[in-house]
């Protein structure tokens, strides 16, 4: 007990030296955010954004690709790791919290010479345990604990994302195959078309009712379109290898399910308020956690600044067999360790951390504007791409009937064969943007189910 009141006594002394601990600097105040009151273009949606999002789609081959994206991506399998890594971490830094306990065992023989010219041998072992203690005084092994913990806790969140962000690449990337393939049938169709039209037009040059220009316009016309469906076919084919790559396989098809037309358009979500998205995102959960974990390290900088306190004991025996007995053999001790001169080293850690603590600050703000933005980006195009194929579709209507008429013109002589062609262009023109702004509106919802947060719940 008088031992222990004398460690105390020194510890108590030490105390004072924590006056030259630097002040705690709070986070910058311009790195804090305040949430809008409301959305620019908020929509009439009322769904509510759940975990399982892309099954709203209706296809279950899309339901495939993603969720083998999330259990076999390469990305996912890498953050996976990462946050096994950061448990790791923190049982390393709980670990500080025990004593450590060692064992050791010496043993020796040896032969010498008395001063009489006579030998003398003998054996000797000393087994031993050791214990050694630091008392966290100041909370500095705490603090080492809760930006452990912060940094396993933004791991988990950034784990979370990757997996958002797969399911969002996968199902997007599963709506434009779907795209491609939607786009090869209108090419594969204006081809069937066009090779009617060319068949014609040769018919009539070879009868002498039109002249050789109209016939090699026609041909031109299908090659333009020929042209397009090996086009396509590659793009099919590089999409079908990224989606294999998104879903950690080796580069093949993929099988479909229904066609484009055939997938169903997932409900408007309820977007809420704008704060509500801080609750609702895993990488704004990442970046709050990250900004716990640099200002814990910053705490534990300062308290280096602070006297350690450290306790050893150790106990054993003395086996040698020129002695008669075993002798049993202990220690206790402490000692005190206050920094006194370090060359700046320790001012500079602390306004090294001060500088990341502010950057983790810096980097949180920027991740909920970046949040915001995306949120008020995908509802501003939801509502346009809306109106877009409201007016693609009046406008495709339109040019069909001009190409009917064009027709009707041309066989019955009354116009030139350019007034058909110019339709005709026009035509699949209109097809093809009509296929690309139906793949931009399902793209559109995948996107807007994202950056609500995918059903993410912290």
């Known amino acids: 007990m008088r031992r222990a009141g004398v460690l105390l006594g020194l510890a108590i002394a030490g105390a004072p030296l924590g006056g030259c601990v630097p002040a705690h600097q709070a986070a910058p105040p311009e790195a804090a955010v305040t949430a809008p009151a409301g959305w620019r273009d908020a929509l009439p949606g009322s769904a509510a954004v759940d975990a399982g999002w892309w099954r709203h789609f209706g296809d279950p081959a899309l339901t495939r690709v993603v969720e ?41 023989q040896s032969r010498s010479v008395s001063a009489f010219g006579t030998s003398t041998e003998s054996t000797s072992a000393q087994p031993g345990v050791q214990a050694a203690y630091e008392v966290d005084l100041f909370g500095r092994i705490d603090d080492q604990i809760s930006a452990a913990r912060s940094a396993w806790l933004a791991s988990e969140a950034a784990r979370d994302s990757a997996q958002l962000s797969v399911a ?45 220009l109209e016939l090699r316009q026609a041909e031109s016309e299908y090659q333009a379109a020929a042209l397009i469906l090996p086009q396509v076919d590659l793009a099919i084919a590089r999409a079908e290898n990224g989606l294999r790559l998104l879903i950690g396989d080796v580069p093949g098809p993929i099988g479909r399910g229904t066609s484009l037309a055939g997938l169903t358009a997932p409900p408007l979500p309820d977007a809420g308020l704008p704060s509500n998205l801080l609750r609702h995102r895993p990488d704004i959960a990442q970046s709050e956690f990250a900004l716990a974990a640099s200002d814990s390290s910053l705490a534990v900088t300062r308290k280096q600044f602070l006297p350690t306190l450290r306790l050893s004991a150790s106990t054993g025996a003395v086996f040698n067999s020129a002695l008669p007995d075993t002798l049993s053999i202990w220690s206790l001790g402490g000692s005190i360790l206050a920094p006194l001169f370090e060359g700046g080293r320790l001012r500079a850690n602390a306004d090294a951390a001060t500088a990341r603590r502010d950057q983790a600050a810096f980097a949180y703000r920027r991740t909920v504007l970046t949040a915001f933005r995306e949120v008020e980006d995908a509802l501003a195009n939801v509502a346009s791409l809306s109106r877009q194929r409201a007016a693609a579709e009046a406008q495709r209507v339109a040019i069909a009937d001009a190409l009917r008429h064009a027709t009707n013109r041309y066989q019955a002589g009354y116009s030139g064969y350019l007034e058909q062609l110019d339709a005709q262009r026009a035509l699949l023109s209109a097809d093809l943007g009509l296929v690309q702004l139906r793949v931009d509106q399902l793209n559109a919802l995948v996107t807007l189910y994202q950056v609500l947060g995918g059903g993410w719940e912290g």
């Open 168 to 212: 969002a690449a996968a199902a997007s990337g599963y709506v434009t195959l779907l795209g491609l393939d939607a786009r090869r049938a209108v090419v594969q169709q204006t081809i069937q078309s066009r090779s009617e039209a060319l068949r014609l037009a040769r018919s009539r040059a070879e009868a002498g009712y039109t002249s050789q």
């Open 68 to 108: 083998a994206a999330l259990a076999h991506n390469v990305d996912i399998a890498l953050a996976v790791a990462r946050v096994r890594e950061a448990r790791a971490q923190v049982g390393l830094a709980r670990a500080a919290l025990f004593p450590g306990v060692d064992a050791s065992v010496a043993a020796s």
